[in-house]
């Protein structure tokens, strides 16, 4: 989705991620922990992992090996 951001601060080592199906608190609380992968357009892997909740609604925040790209969000990510 974007960078875990503040009023006057982006946390660009910081992702917060959307994953379908997952639509509370409760169900995101089960993805903590695991691997992310998101592939450039040149066919290389950015492996990431999803380390806590983001608010109520199914949010989660991840942090990637490497900073992720602007060009990487609304793209797809995988879940492994």
């Given at each position: 989705m974007t960078y875990r951001r503040g009023k006057n601060t982006q946390d660009t080592n910081q992702v917060l991620v959307k994953v379908e199906g997952v639509e509370n608190r409760e169900q995101a609380e089960k993805m903590v922990g695991k691997a992310l992968v998101w592939k450039t357009p040149g066919d290389r892997e950015i492996k990431?992992?999803?380390?806590?909740?983001?608010?109520?609604?199914?949010?989660?925040?991840?942090k990637f090996d490497r900073n992720l790209p602007g060009q990487s969000f609304k793209t797809?990510?995988?879940?492994?």
């Open positions: 990431g992992k999803i380390t806590a909740v983001h608010g109520a609604k199914g949010v989660l925040r991840a797809t990510v995988e879940v492994a």
